[in-house]
């Protein structure tokens, strides 16, 4: 379940041992968090992701299956990032080959903004990141949050502003306060020391679609794997220790005039029940839409175009987000991922690339039975079973499972329900004006209330670069943290707000009128809260034999993070069905897992 780096993972390791695999995956395209999709700014066609990506050295599992698919040669090395922290001098981290633990201490004894005092002062929090151990601190650091760690180490202000905040923010895109101080010691420990001996990180010059997924979906298919396009799965079937099949979501909504009254009826048949909603066709206003609230988290939109009712679904054929109808603009706008549609369904702008859907409005139909409703249910059945969907995903199931499982089969579910996601904005800005020569291509930061990671697009994605080529202009990605207050602000607005930080940033554009931009708005971004260790499950769940978890949100004894713990849960599930079948597991690449003085 689940088309993302995760679930096509897992697929293409199953298939290649002599498996039968299908993959379902809810939007229509693969590539969850890694896929990309085309946007036309300043005339040029530019592939835009859900955020650039950066690979570290140690994703051995991740460049070892790239390596297999013959696409590491897209793997580009970052030389050195920027840490720009709020009113201090902008510090340089650069990446090379050098001698663990020392080169953990360069940056501190290079440092414009730290002094050598501040740095003997450090030496208790020090000691504990270089004693770094997952399983004692996952037990003594998960219920502090990063701050109180800071706190109870006494750590000077300027080392945890400096040195650790700009880690921690790029890392999960949340505020300092919030984290788990075990997430960070983990986060820490893996991205400075997961790879002693060749401390580096690389880009892939944007289009993770073309250059990752689409390879690895074509190595999958031409050896007989099966990719299910819009097939979200909302439950298992379950017989004792064992799932028997999985439940997919029905979309069994029908709209049918009658007269002068349109019926909006949805078939439900976990709830057991037929939902009804009725409206005289005078109530349906010429140039707006009426918004129709379904049950199982669905909507449709009843409006007229062109003289004629049309029923159109309100989900984004992009990620299954629910639409918002925008009056003013004319056209529906996602959430999420900021794609847009017109008055008609018909894709305009971001992610999404098909229409939505459009209900067929019956005459004189036949209202549909419970029983009927049953019988339009699709479950499919197999041995084994892979959830590898985002948290809202595995929510989803483990939400609907409930009603079916003993009273002492909940924790595990309860759990995963208790599990949270974290929400970011992507936001590119273009302009003509030259940036100063020594900026570099990749920035974290701290101090600042917004902004915590930017990117110079025109430096780092080759569609960009190529259109900045031409239209002598430059664009950059600003990764921007999602406040409560942000929630409903308009770009408009979010863009007066963010301004006064860019231009702090980045003070050689200042007084240049921005020519275009585009803003993305997730979601579904693993969250790493104080108390979320406790909460993930295992790659084996503790419930069902046949059942495995694997995505950047299940616990893995090892400190890895994001894409690699994508992949590398995903090897540990297919090791788990190899060894149920005898059949002898893949090797599993592990980074330095502790720290030298543990
Ligand atoms: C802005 C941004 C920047 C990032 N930068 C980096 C980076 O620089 N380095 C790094 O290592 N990581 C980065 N990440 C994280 C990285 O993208 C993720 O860790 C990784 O892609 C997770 O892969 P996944 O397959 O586990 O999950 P996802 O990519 O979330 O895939 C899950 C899939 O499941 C599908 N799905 C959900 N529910 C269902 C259902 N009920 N039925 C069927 N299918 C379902 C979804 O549509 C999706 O395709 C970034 C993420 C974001 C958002």
Redesign the pocket.
């Known amino acids: 379940?689940?088309?993302?780096?995760?679930?096509?993972t897992a697929g293409i390791h199953l298939i290649e041992r002599g498996f039968e695999v299908e993959i379902?995956?809810?939007?229509s395209v693969?590539?969850?968090?890694?896929?990309s999709f085309k946007e036309r700014h300043l005339g040029c066609d530019i592939s835009l992701e859900?955020?650039?990506?950066?690979?570290?050295g140690q994703?051995y599992n991740f460049i070892d299956m790239m390596k297999r698919l013959n696409i590491k040669r897209h793997l580009k090395e970052i030389h050195s990032i920027e840490i720009k922290v709020k009113g201090c001098a902008n510090e340089t981290i650069g990446f090379s080959p050098k001698v663990y633990p020392f080169f953990l201490l360069f940056p501190l004894l290079f440092s414009r903004n730290i002094s050598f005092r501040e740095i003997m002062k450090s030496g208790t929090i020090g000691l504990l990141i270089l004693g770094y151990d997952k399983k004692r601190y996952d037990k003594w650091f998960d219920k502090i949050s990063f701050n109180d760690l800071m706190k109870e180490y006494d750590t000077p202000e300027n080392i945890q502003k400096v040195f650790f905040e700009p880690f921690l923010q790029a890392g999960f895109?949340a505020e300092p306060h919030e984290i788990s101080a075990a997430s960070f010691l983990e986060l820490f420990h893996f991205y400075l020391s997961g790879n002693i001996r060749d401390f580096k990180c690389y880009h892939i010059g944007g289009n993770p679609q073309e250059k990752v997924i689409e390879p690895t979906v074509k190595y999958f298919l031409d050896r007989g794997g099966r990719v299910n396009f819009n097939?979200?799965?909302?439950n298992l079937i379950i017989d004792n220790y064992k799932v028997k099949g999985i439940q997919q979501?029905s979309n069994d909504i029908h709209v049918y005039r009658d007269g002068e009254v349109i019926h909006i009826l949805q078939t439900a048949p976990l709830e057991r029940s037929i939902f009804k909603r009725s409206m005289p066709v005078q109530e349906i206003p010429e140039d707006n839409y009426i918004k129709v609230e379904l049950p199982q988290n669905q909507t449709i939109f009843i409006g007229f175009f062109n003289g004629e009712i049309i029923a159109l679904s309100g989900e984004c054929t992009h990620?299954?987000c629910l639409l918002n109808w925008d009056y003013k603009e004319g056209r529906f706008i996602c959430p999420c991922h900021g794609g847009q549609f017109s008055r008609d369904g018909y894709p305009l702008k971001g992610p999404p690339l098909i229409a939505l859907s459009r209900f067929k409005i019956g005459e004189n139909v036949k209202e549909p039975s419970y029983e009927h409703a049953v019988s339009q249910q699709v479950v499919h059945s197999a041995d084994y079973f892979i959830i590898?969907?985002?948290i809202?995903?595995?929510q989803?199931?483990a939400n609907n499972i409930m009603m079916s499982v003993d009273e002492w089969q909940k924790d595990e579910f309860h759990k995963i329900l208790n599990l949270k996601t974290s929400s970011?904005i992507?936001l590119r800005i273009w302009f003509n004006k030259s940036l100063e020569p020594d900026r570099l291509p990749v920035g974290f930061t701290s101090g600042f209330k917004f902004i915590i990671v930017y990117f110079i697009l025109s430096q780092l994605n080759d569609d960009v670069k190529e259109c900045s080529r031409k239209t002598d202009t430059q664009c950059i990605e600003f990764?921007i943290i999602k406040t409560p207050d942000m929630i409903n602000l308009s770009d408009a607005k979010l863009l007066e707000l963010v301004t006064p930080e860019i231009v702090e940033i980045f003070p050689e554009i200042k007084d240049t009128p921005m020519i275009d931009f585009s803003i993305m708005r997730?979601d579904?971004?693993?969250f790493f809260n104080k108390g979320a260790v406790n909460l993930r499950p295992h790659v084996q769940s503790s419930i069902f034999i046949n059942l495995f978890y694997?995505?950047?949100?299940v616990y893995l004894d090892a400190p890895v993070?994001?894409?690699?713990?994508?992949v590398m849960t995903a090897k540990i599930a297919v090791n788990h069905i190899l060894l149920k079948e005898g059949i002898a597991p893949n090797p599993i690449y592990l980074p330095n897992v502790r720290g030298i003085l543990s």
């Open positions: 379940m689940g088309g993302g780096l995760s679930g096509l379902f995956e809810k939007s693969c590539g969850g968090k890694l896929s859900h955020g650039f990506h950066v690979w570290w994703y895109f097939s979200e799965i909302e979501k990620a299954g590898a969907t985002d809202p995903g595995v989803g199931i970011c992507v990764i997730h579904n971004y693993t694997s995505g950047d949100w993070f994001f894409m690699e713990k994508a």
